[in-house]
């Protein structure tokens, strides 16, 4: 009997000691922590950089909604509310803001002095201020810098490869883009060594997205330079369907505007950076300090040519061309 009583009683502690232990294990593990999304563009055309990131992110041991949570801040190429939502992001001390786009960068910067920031930059970080160098950010910025303003003249040159004929070429570019100024000196100088003529057209909202076409098509352009831009980016059926009505061959930056009906683009491979920047926002969760982590320049660059497309605009691809394509859309 006395054995039994023990037996009881052995068998009571152990069952309220089990009901107990989840709650106190659970009470013992703290909150995951809290990334700041800054996106100057929409959710819907970042699908493909999110997975890289997130990608990033796993290889370093945290999986969005587990681990970690990331919370969303979306600007749809208005850059004017990109300030008000990384204040918004400061105010609810995330662990880490991340953010793509100079503009996004910039207004992280502003915000804060003291939360970490990475960013994805498709400019010189050093020149647009936001590092002090690119081994030595300092502050509380580091991130990815990949090509993409030093590209705009070999845009220009792949366009003529392709189109040698036509010697007037339009350009489609945001004012309010930092990388603008710099992509348009360096059009110029490279369309004069190859003795071509730009035309040059503003657009900041859709509506203004037909008349810059007609413009250019006015002033006599045969084909199409669109410059990167978030804001573009995020409209890139819109400007493929105007480039198409008019019937002009064009390129773009990203690889998103070819995927939706465009000729051609020639740019930077944004996955590798994006899936960089997650690992680096993951060191950062761990401990470490972004004045301590150098600016990763990404410089792969693909080309990828749509060949429906350009039969649609009766156009034969030199093989020249489709040797060099790193993708070919038939």
């Known amino acids: 009997m006395v054995f039994d009583i023990g037996r009881r009683h052995f068998v009571a502690v152990l069952g309220g000691a089990a009901i107990a232990w ?18 100057a563009r929409g959710p819907d055309d970042s699908a493909d950089f999110l997975a890289a990131f997130r990608q990033g992110l796993n290889e370093s041991g945290y999986v969005e909604g587990q681990n970690v949570i990331v919370e969303y801040r979306w600007a749809e190429g208005h850059y004017d509310q990109l300030p008000a939502l990384a204040l918004d992001l400061a105010r609810r001390q995330v662990a880490v803001i991340f953010a793509v786009s100079p503009p996004a960068a910039s207004a992280a910067k502003a915000a804060t002095t003291v939360i970490p920031i990475v960013f994805v930059v498709g400019s010189d970080p050093v020149q647009s201020g936001l590092v002090a160098s690119l081994a030595r950010p300092g502050g509380n910025l580091t991130g990815t810098a990949f090509l ?12 003529h490869e392709l189109v040698p004929a036509i010697s007037n070429i339009g350009v489609i570019a945001n004012p309010t883009s930092p990388n603008t100024d710099t992509d348009l000196k360096a059009l110029q100088a490279a369309a004069a060594s190859l003795g071509l003529e730009i035309h040059v057209a503003s657009a900041t909202s859709e509506p203004e997205f037909a008349v810059a076409l007609t413009t250019v098509v006015q002033q006599g352009a045969g084909a199409l330079v669109v410059l990167p831009d978030p804001f573009f980016n995020s409209r890139a059926k819109q400007l493929v369907d105007l480039a198409a009505r008019h019937a002009l061959p064009a390129i773009y930056g990203l690889r998103d505007y070819v995927a939706a009906g465009g000729l051609m683009m020639y740019g930077a491979s944004l996955s590798d950076a994006y899936r960089q920047a997650g690992i680096y926002t993951a060191r950062i969760l761990k401990g470490a300090k972004p004045a301590d982590l150098p600016v990763m320049q990404s410089t792969s660059v693909e080309l990828v040519i749509n060949l429906k497309t350009a039969k649609a605009l009766g156009l034969t691809v030199p093989l020249s061309l489709l040797g060099r394509a790193d993708e070919v859309i038939e």
Request: glycine residues 10%; positive net charge.
């Open 148 to 159: 993409l303003t030093a590209l705009a003249a070999k845009r220009l040159q792949v366009l």
């Open 22 to 39: 989840p709650f106190a294990a659970g009470a013992q593990q703290p909150a995951p922590p809290v990334i700041g999304f800054l996106g």
